[in-house]
């Protein structure tokens, strides 16, 4: 049995045609790893827990830590919906600390023409690899202090980041990075693009072509914002 279970949360909010497109490379990535999804609508994708929630980003966290406690591994790996996954993110387990971020991935800002990979190397919930528990543990806490989300959403971060300003336990964490590297797509859907939209501005560090994802502009295909 696999130490390891994915959870895939989603609003549900994204094209049918861009989350076919990612949900196919998740299965690929994965292989035989367990898959739990908690979403806004049924899906056939693993073992699916619907929840009735409006959109948010503190219901980003309930709805992780809703598929954190289905889970039945020693470790869990959150996946969003808008994420191109490498199968050797999955392979990764934390060595120093319980909270491990891929920074090993590149993003593509839909609305770019021409498009471009760019990197920041962010920590991001979606990259993120823990002990089950240990996730658990640190959204308890948080819900526990702040149960009508009256605390800052810019604090309300990944753990291990910001903890002390939001007066919750500091967790500890780490980085890793893996080759291939996660592809994040920016679009005009997703909960962020609300505040700066397409005036967003991309990593310095930019690439038209990256081994295993190929050239750019074919990935970017994989994306559409209806359909």
């Not at 993003?107 to 920590?123: E, V």
């Not at 089950?132 to 640190?138: L, S, V, W």
Request: charged fraction near 25%; aromatic fraction near 14%; glycine fraction near 6%.
């Amino acid at each position: 049995m696999s130490d390891l279970t994915v959870v895939y949360y989603t609003a549900n909010v994204i094209s049918d045609y861009f989350a076919k497109n990612t949900q196919k490379q998740l299965i690929e990535a994965i292989g035989s790893l367990p898959l739990i999804t908690v979403s806004k609508k049924p899906m056939n994708l693993g073992e699916n827990i619907v929840v009735d929630s409006p959109r948010s980003h503190f219901n980003i966290y309930r709805q992780a830590m809703i598929g954190a406690k289905a889970a039945k591994t020693k470790y869990i790996a959150m996946a969003e919906d808008d994420v191109l996954y490498s199968p050797a993110h999955f392979q990764y387990r934390p060595r120093n600390a319980p909270f491990a971020y891929n920074l090993g991935y590149w993003g593509i800002y839909t609305w770019q023409d021409p498009p471009i990979y760019n990197y920041k190397g962010r920590r991001n919930l979606d990259s993120l690899i823990c002990p089950r528990d240990a996730f658990i543990e640190a959204m308890e806490e948080r819900f526990a202090k702040y149960p009508n989300d009256e605390a800052d959403k810019d604090l309300w971060a990944e753990p291990g980041k910001y903890e002390r300003q939001l007066g919750v336990t500091v967790r500890e964490s780490e980085s890793f990075y893996t080759q291939p590297p996660n592809i994040k797509f920016s679009h005009k859907t997703e909960l962020s693009y609300a505040g700066l939209g397409d005036r967003k501005r991309a990593g310095e560090l930019r690439a038209i072509e990256i081994p295993y994802w190929g050239r750019v502009e074919a990935l970017r295909e994989l994306y559409k914002e209806t359909g």
